[in-house]
Nanobody, 121 residues
Framework: QVQLVESGGGSVQAGGSLRLSCAAS?????????MGWFRQAPGKEREGVAAIGVDGRTTYADSVKGRFTISTYNNLYLQMNSLKPEDTAMYYC?????????????????WGQGTQVTVSS
C-alpha cells in the first residue's frame, strides 16, 4: 500500500510561482511507480496536469506546458510558474505501478489527500 502526502499549496497572485511536493511512504515508490499531479476545481472533473514515468519521461497537459515542471528526487515535485487564476484547484499527487504513462485518472490507484492552490488576479 502506497501512501502519498502533498504539501506546498497556498495563495499567490497571478504570475507568481509555487512548488508542490509529494512524499511517498516508501522511497522505492519514485523508482518503481509512475507518478502524476492532478487537479480538481470546484464543479469540475479531476484532470491530469503532469506525469513522470520510472524512466524519467514526462507528459504535460497543454494548459500547463512551458509553465509547470514535474520532477522526482526523493520526493515528487511540481514547480508551477506564471500561475494563472484558472490554475486554482485542489492539487493531488498519484502513483501507479503499471508503467503506461498517461494523464488519465483511471490509470492511477494511489492518491494523496490534496493541497489547495489559489491564484488571484
Amino acid at each position: 500500500q502506497v501512501q502519498l502526502v502533498e504539501s506546498g499549496g497556498g495563495s499567490v497572485q497571478a504570475g507568481g510561482s509555487l512548488r508542490l511536493s509529494c512524499a511517498a511512504s516508501s522511497p522505492y515508490t519514485y523508482s518503481r511507480y509512475k507518478m502524476g499531479w492532478f487537479r480538481q476545481a470546484p464543479g469540475k472533473e479531476r484532470e491530469g496536469v503532469a506525469a513522470i514515468g520510472v524512466d524519467g519521461r514526462t507528459t504535460y497537459a497543454d494548459s500547463v506546458k512551458g509553465r509547470f515542471t514535474i520532477s522526482t528526487y526523493n520526493n515528487l515535485y511540481l514547480q508551477m510558474n506564471s500561475l494563472k487564476p484558472e490554475d486554482t484547484a485542489m492539487y493531488y499527487c498519484a502513483a501507479d505501478p503499471f508503467p503506461y504513462l498517461t494523464l488519465e485518472t483511471r490509470h492511477y490507484n494511489y492518491w494523496g489527500q490534496g493541497t489547495q492552490v489559489t491564484v488571484s488576479s
